[in-house]
Nanobody, 125 residues
Framework: VQLQAFGGGLVQAGGSLRLSCAAS????????VGWFRQRPGKEREFVAA????????YYADSAKGRFTISRDNAKNTIYLQMNSLKPEDTAAYYC???????????????????WGQGTLVTVSS
């Protein structure tokens, strides 16, 4: 599976960005796609995930109410709509795919098998 993340950029605090993650290659009957981020000097952290099929979504507390993860089956693309952005959202954002992950494990990066390159989001104050 190849994942390509894009859509990052520079935005002012309070603004919005939509990240995209295009998937190609081998497909699986059940998997989850997640977004993680790595802020400067910090460890990689979970942001949101969505199951395929089914569409169940999961969010980190920092993302709830501001970020929305969604998918376009026809385009094999997963989106992360980010609203009300804050300077602390500045990070490299990565999308990743996990095959057969259980609900309690979607927030852990070690359970993800495939990773895309990061896309940088910078939020200015």
């Amino acid at each position: 599976v190849q994942l390509q993340a894009f859509g990052g950029g520079l935005v002012q605090a309070g603004g919005s960005l939509r990240l995209s993650c295009a998937a190609s290659g081998r497909t699986f009957s059940r998997y989850a796609v997640g977004w993680f981020r790595q802020r400067p000097g910090k460890e990689r952290e979970f942001v949101a995930a969505i199951r395929w099929p089914g569409g169940t979504t999961y969010y980190a507390d920092s993302a709830k109410g501001r970020f929305t993860i969604s998918r376009d089956n026809a385009k094999n693309t997963i989106y992360l709509q980010m609203n009300s952005l804050k300077p602390e959202d500045t990070a490299a954002y990565y999308c990743a795919a996990a095959v057969g992950v259980i609900n309690s494990a979607v927030g852990s990066s070690i359970n993800y098998d495939y990773w895309g390159q990061g896309t940088l989001v910078t939020v200015s104050s």
